[in-house]
């Protein structure tokens, strides 16, 4: 079955700055791979998706990028702000409708 | 649209006992997911339905883990008897047929066995 990994699994930024989280997954039929957010205490937010069809998908300050060859996608945040603190997950999409999450980063933006 | 409704939110039982967590889904998706989310584990998929049948059950923890989906608009993720290690965020989640793997996340019941 898939499997995903996802580096780092904390990430320190300061205000203002971009913050890059990186996955791999192991399956190269999965063909979608979206991204949550999830606050303290709050349910995971889907922020940002990607399909395999394209290479780059960008809203605001979010941009997801895929690199199917290498079997990786990334995801990019510009201009952090503090409430971009968070905890975010990367996933893929297996047989049927199954998404594999990876393990999460807690991304904390300082001001 | 209301979103994924779950209910309760919180859940405070005693080992042994009967515990039966709701979830109504998103009005026109096709599918249903019942996670389990705890620091140790992260976010597991325990099962799934298609048009209110259980596709893949294979993250079913043990035979005291029970789901239904007796209609569209509900489902029952049912756990007796409960233990401490059951203990965790239970989330509800949905799906429309034609946007596979798009998933959208109710609030969770925050499940405590003592």
């Known amino acids: 079955g898939e499997n995903v990994e996802q580096h780092p699994s904390t990430l320190s930024v300061q205000e203002g700055d971009s913050a890059v989280i990186k996955c791999t997954y192991s399956?190269?039929?999965?063909?979608?791979f979206p991204w949550y957010k999830q606050e303290l205490g709050k349910r995971p937010q889907l922020i940002i998706d990607?399909?395999?069809?394209?290479g780059e998908k960008k809203d605001q300050r979010i941009a997801v990028t895929l690199n199917k060859t290498a079997k990786h996608f990334s995801l990019h945040i510009t201009e952090t702000q503090p409430e971009d603190s968070a905890v975010y997950f990367c996933?893929?999409?297996?047989?049927?409708?199954?998404?594999?999450f990876g393990a999460g980063t807690i991304l904390r933006v300082k001001s | 649209d209301a979103g994924v409704i779950q209910s309760p939110r919180h859940e405070v039982t005693e080992m042994g006992q009967e515990v039966t967590l709701r979830c109504k889904p998103i009005s026109g998706h096709d599918y249903l997911f019942w996670y389990r989310q705890t620091m140790m584990r992260g976010l597991e998929l325990l099962i799934y339905?298609?048009?209110?049948?259980?596709?893949?059950d294979s993250g079913m923890p043990e035979d005291r883990f029970s789901a239904k989906m007796p209609n569209a608009s509900f489902s029952t993720l049912k756990i007796q008897p409960s233990e401490p290690r059951d203990s965790a965020v239970y989330f509800c989640a949905s799906c429309p047929a034609g946007l596979r793997g798009e998933q959208y996340f109710g609030p969770g019941t925050r499940l405590t066995v003592t």
């Open positions: 399956d190269s039929a999965s063909n979608y």
């Open positions: 990607i399909r395999s069809n394209v």
């Open positions: 996933a893929a999409l297996e047989y049927g409708n199954k998404l594999v």
């Open positions: 339905f298609n048009n209110n049948v259980p596709i893949d």
